[in-house]
């Protein structure tokens, strides 16, 4: 082949590449040029994850753009948010929201984690009582309570019973208490969310009676009728009705005595004599039958 059209041929397609690259940039600097530009909105993140609780400084907020529109809710300012505590969760980088903040002067901690009604009891548990670790914030538990009531039937035993239901966990975690010879002994305590009236029973169980948490499914929200049972019980096999553990003990009634048999009297034996015009009657009782 001759040397001059391979030149001229190689020259044609340098050529023909340098003007389509030429052509493909002008194209898309004036696409990109054309397209709008997103539009960026200021807001206030979070430098850190925040955990529930913590109580918001001016270090863990930072201004930044946000594509697009201002999610629902997003604090815009950062004196708006310094002070507060937080109530659920919050990540880097995330839009601090302000459903997820505690009121402003409502302070840090567990206190601003409570609903407005509502209190928050501690109770202390073991490994096992506690559900074997598994009880944790968010989780939902029934209380059952175990002892002796006053005045109760000593045939019966230790009685059981479901006290409260579907109750909210708060927290849980460990405590720092003495014991008897004032050592310190770390302890597992479980905060529940009670309201007022749960919350005097729970305190008034928690130091008479022995308490255990049993886990329930947090949409299972039906309400169980129990009646409870005893250790007699769980012997002879048969359910408690004793309706309230408390009460006095089942008399025994003494049975009627039986009526006296109702002896049947024949009807008298009635003989007429007759004396010429006069008529006389005799009557006669036989005997009555055994």
């Known amino acids: 082949m001759n040397k001059r059209f391979l030149s001229v041929l190689v020259f044609a397609l340098v050529i023909a590449g340098g003007a389509t690259l030429l052509f493909y940039r002008l194209v898309a600097s004036r696409i990109s040029a054309s397209a709008p530009k997103p ?21 863990d907020l930072a201004s930044a753009g946000w594509p697009g529109e201002v999610p629902l809710g997003a604090v815009a300012k950062k004196e708006d948010l310094v002070g507060r505590g937080v109530l659920s969760a919050i990540y880097k980088g995330e839009p601090i929201l302000e459903t997820r903040l505690a009121p402003k002067g409502a302070g840090a ?3 601003a984690t409570i609903p407005p009604g509502m209190r928050a009891v501690a109770v202390r548990v073991n490994e096992i009582i506690g559900v074997a670790g598994y009880v944790v914030p968010g989780m939902r538990v029934d209380v059952l309570i175990s002892g002796v009531p006053p005045n109760s039937r000593a045939d019966l035993g230790t009685l059981s019973k479901t006290l409260l239901q ?8 460990q405590n720092m208490q003495k014991d008897a010879e004032g050592k310190p002994i770390t302890v597992p305590v479980v905060t529940l969310l009670v309201t007022p009236e749960q919350a005097e029973i729970l305190s008034l169980a928690g130091s008479q009676t022995q308490v255990q948490l049993v886990l329930r499914n947090p949409l299972d929200t039906q309400i169980a009728k129990t009646s409870g049972t005893a250790v007699a019980n769980l012997f002879s096999g048969t359910k408690f009705t004793g309706g309230s553990p408390g009460g006095e003990p089942a008399r025994r009634v003494a049975p009627k005595p039986k009526p006296a048999p ?5 009807p008298p034996i009635v003989v007429e004599v007759y004396q010429g015009n006069q008529r006389q009657e005799t009557k006669f009782r036989p005997e009555p039958e055994d």
């Open 109 to 111: 901690g567990l206190a």
């Open 262 to 266: 109702v002896v049947k009297e024949k």
């Open 39 to 59: 539009v960026m909105a200021q807001v206030i993140v979070a430098t850190h994850n925040l955990d529930v609780g913590t109580l918001i400084r001016d270090p």
């Open 166 to 173: 579907n109750i909210e966990v708060l927290t849980a975690g």
